[in-house]
């Protein structure tokens, strides 16, 4: 089982999927696993001396089948339990709530922020519209892939899940990007050129 999960896992790491999907696939390998674990269970119970060993089994089935219930709920679903147990047991394991909850609070602070070359208070700032053509569209498209693949730049809502991305763009009223709060270009430039205001910005 472990060793077709993690296949699954460097399969979708190929790629940029999210967690909830990788979440949803990792479930279903792990209900048909642990069913064949309810198998296993059966054989062994069939011989007397391999019941005890079998009753493991068996144990380590209702287990299994109690946390995989209760991440069908979580990634097919939006309803909860009271008989979750998770946060109990991701408490005892080490959890990194904390982290995330200061990621979402940094990205809600963030979200209306954009990136500036130097220090500036909001009075100071100026709304503009940018426009571009195809071509520079593309281009700006191959400049964010070439971030992504050096690992500059995450496009996974910088790990928050669906709800915690749906809490700050209902309090923010804003949309949620990808890469999360505003990123600056390695470089970036403002130029003047033939009477209008050009952006150029690359790698470096």
Do not use: C
């Not at 909830?20 to 309810?38: E, Q, S």
């Not at 979580?74 to 080490?94: C, M, Q, R």
């Amino acid at each position: 089982m472990l060793t077709v999960i993690d296949i699954i896992n460097r399969v979708l790491g190929y790629f940029n999927v999210a967690d909830k999907p990788k979440g949803k696939a990792f479930t279903w390998v792990a209900l048909i696993a642990n069913f064949y674990l309810l198998y296993v269970a059966i054989q062994n119970l069939r011989y007397p001396d391999f019941r005890i060993r079998g009753a493991l089994f068996m144990l380590a089935f209702v287990v299994f089948l109690y946390f995989i219930g209760l991440n069908f709920l979580y990634y097919f679903t939006n309803k909860t339990t009271k008989f979750d147990i998770s946060p109990k047991v991701e408490k005892w394991l080490g959890s990194n709530a904390a982290k995330k909850t200061a990621v979402e609070n940094e990205l809600r602070t963030q979200l209306g922020a954009a990136p500036a070359q130097g220090v500036f208070s909001q009075d100071q700032l100026l709304t503009a519209d940018v426009t571009m053509t195809e071509e520079q569209q593309a281009n700006l498209d191959t400049l964010v892939d070439s971030l992504v693949k050096q690992g500059v730049l995450s496009l996974n809502y910088q790990g928050l899940d669906d709800k915690a991305v749906g809490r700050v763009a209902q309090e923010t009223q804003q949309p949620v990007l990808a890469i999360g709060a505003p990123f600056p270009l390695p470089f970036f430039d403002l130029q003047h050129l033939d009477s209008k205001l050009v952006i150029t910005g690359g790698l470096n």
